[in-house]
RNA sequence: GCGCCCGUAGCUCAGCUGGAUAGAGCACCAGAUUCCUAAUCUGGGGGUCACAGGUUCGAGUCCUGUCGGGCGCACCA
């Protein structure tokens, strides 16, 4: 149960019991109605700004309205008090048993706590990290990649049917520099000396197994030909290679995409000309001379007509070209028809995750999207800012000459897996991220990753010690369910159930914004928490988990910090961490 | 010139979409370990929420303007 849904409900049904009395007006809008805890403990557990909220709707003085609210909810048997406060809050204190059956809550669901139907099974698409396919992976993918990811599976948790998808750029130039550059390494492998890697061709070593292999299966079948008898088979090939490659980089963040959607295929098989059919249909491509941008004319900017996308009709701030000056068309009408697909396929929500070197691509999209869906559709562009990356405080230097940039596999070869994912979870992602190789691996609670998983870690410790002390006693999370919570009294145990019952409500909030990294600053809090009360035990022996001689204390404890690992688990799931059992 | 993002403690950043006296961590100072992992914890000082107006019961949060920083600005992807 989420306790501030049900007090919501409750106030809600109060009201409904003050109208009936003529006390409040019928029928009022409940939408900001509010029901949280507030920031300060003193004001007690919960709070409704209910009074405030509905001042204007019921023509009264809030404090009119809280008043007879007020001794309403004193009234209800899980509420111990009930005040009114500053212009109008009313204040709840909710009796402690209904708190110790919250605990009973998380035991009974383990780390599916915190799961809900707020979504209801709405399909939703997001697609992330699509990086072009020329290369392995680097540094400038990793943080889309981990905020795309934990984004899914927070979509998931909250109750979306959630589709992750990655598009693969695999029609433009750089497939055919690709291709060449494969060419060679490919003629290379037949033991050409092609020399130094020619300027604007991809010079990494990573192409060099891709051309050794054609060689083995192809031999010598491609050499001597004219360019345009090789260049398709070499992309397909070279395309094919870096896939496997990005998925393998991929799997070792522990990210498994279930749509790999070619934009080549969009070209080849028809997509294209069907979305910009459908555009037309509506009115809304026509040929046209586009304005010079104002400011920062281009030196080779010349007008000519061009075929545009009424974009400026759904708030663009101009209409966009889909043909090149060449007669191909541009990356935006393959990108209209990528989303056109996810519309066709059902998705009403798509979420996108893009560099922030793209945001100015956004607006034209979400027109797309508009028009293509009629505005059923909604896209939600989700921007990624720049990893710096330090050593101890020092800016790792990377020129953009290949083979000179941190790769992901690096990066997650020197700091594992975990450390990553969370590391990129520690600031909103549109604010830029400093990662810190010396902090990441540090063992102490600098390292955010390190200070969770240690929590984690002591109450397994704790958990598999008690058999020493206390053989005979159950403490698999059944049995702690039906343990007496009653001898759960200390403030700091109280507050350790507190905090956990506002996880459900702090996975949705999470959710709704497209914000996982709120998930790590709770877990933070939530470790944080558990470590005082840990400490709290050395002061105050009367306070440890396991008491020898009181049985009953120790298995309620047990059921405290057992809780304590579910939702430690049940957040870093949603990061994509291991919840370590011992450190 | 235009558009988007940002400006919160000395530093790095949160701030539950408008709530009560603005919070953490780092750094600094003072403490806690015969004891379940001190790899941790407790306490302390530190603020014109860039600035100026506006909206209302109430603004770090919304609107307008100014200043400062980042990104982008036919046909590349």
């Known amino acids: 149960m989420n306790p501030y849904a049900y007090i919501r409900e409750q106030v809600v049904a109060m009201i409904d019991v003050l109208a009936d009395d003529g006390i409040l007006p019928a029928g009022m809008d409940f939408a900001n109605l509010a029901v949280e805890a507030p920031r300060d403990p003193s004001h007690g557990d919960v709070a409704t700004n209910a009074a405030l909220v509905l001042t204007k709707q019921a023509k009264m003085k809030p404090r009119d309205i809280a008043a007879p609210l007020a001794g309403r909810l004193a009234g209800l048997e899980v509420v111990e008090a009930a005040e009114i406060a500053g212009p109008g809050f009313i204040n709840l204190r909710l009796a402690d048993d209904f708190w110790r059956e919250r605990l009973k809550d998380v035991l009974g669901t383990g780390t599916a706590y915190g799961d809900s139907q707020l979504a209801a099974g709405e399909k939703i698409n997001v697609e992330y990290v699509s990086a072009n396919p020329t290369g392995p992976l680097h540094i400038g993918h990793v943080r889309g990649a981990v905020y795309g990811d934990a984004l899914a599976t ?227 562009v989700r921007l990624c800012q720049m990893v710096r990356l330090l050593r101890g405080g020092e800016v790792v230097r990377m020129s953009k000459r290949a083979g000179n940039f941190v790769t992901l ?92 019952a506002t996880w459900p409500r702090a996975v949705e909030i999470a959710a709704q914004a497209r914000e996982p990294h709120r998930i790590a600053f709770y877990l933070n809090e939530l470790a944080s928490d558990f470590h005082a009360l840990w400490n709290k035990g050395n002061a105050e022996p009367g306070l440890r988990f396991i008491m020898p001689e009181d049985a009953g204390t120790t298995q309620a404890r047990l059921a405290l910090i057992q809780g304590v690992a579910f939702v430690l688990a049940s957040g870093l799931a949603i990061i994509g961490v291991e919840p370590v059992d011992s450190m």
């Not at 604007?200 to 292999?213: A, H, S």
């Open 154 to 380: 927070l979509l998931a948790k909250v109750g979306y049917d959630v589709c992750k998808e990655y598009y693969i750029n695999d029609a433009g130039a750089q497939v055919d520099v690709l291709a060449r550059s494969v060419h060679l390494r490919y003629r290379e492998a037949l033991r050409e000396d092609v020399g130094e890697i020619p300027e604007g061709m991809y010079p990494g070593d990573y192409l060099i197994p891709v051309g050794q292999d054609i060689a083995k299966r192809d031999g010598d079948k491609w050499l001597g030909l004219a360019e345009a008898e090789w260049l398709g088979e070499f992309r397909r090939l070279s395309v094919d290679a870096m896939m496997d490659l990005v998925r393998a980089d991929l799997a070792s963040l522990g990210i498994e995409q279930e749509v790999f959607f070619s934009e080549q295929s969009l070209h080849l098989e028809g997509g294209i000309d069907s979305a910009l059919a459908a555009l037309r249909d509506k009115g809304l491509i026509y040929t046209g001379v586009l304005e010079p941008p104002k400011g920062k004319t281009p030196d080779d900017w010349e007008p000519r007509p061009q075929t545009l996308f009424k974009a400026s009709q759904f708030g663009d701030d101009v209409d966009r070209p889909l043909q090149k000056s060449d007669g191909a068309w541009t990356y935006f009408a393959a990108d209209i028809a990528y989303h056109h697909d996810k519309v066709e396929r059902g998705y009403k929500q798509m979420v996108d995750v893009w560099g922030a070197d793209h945001g100015g691509y956004i607006k034209r999209m979400n027109a797309a999207v508009r028009a293509l869906s009629n505005d059923q559709g909604h896209l939600d």
């Open 409 to 500: 596999r690096e990066l997650v070869d020197e700091v594992g897996r975990d450390v990553v994912r969370f590391m990129m979870l520690t600031r909103k992602n549109d604010a830029p991220l400093d990662f810190d190789f010396q902090v990441a691996m540090e063992q102490s609670k600098d390292n955010p990753v390190f200070y969770v998983q240690y929590a984690h870690a002591r109450i397994h410790s704790v958990l598999r010690r008690v058999g020493d002390e206390l053989p005979d006693l159950a403490v698999d999370p059944e049995s702690l369910a039906k343990s007496d919570l009653g001898r759960l009294t200390d403030s700091a145990e109280m507050d350790l159930i507190k905090h956990m």
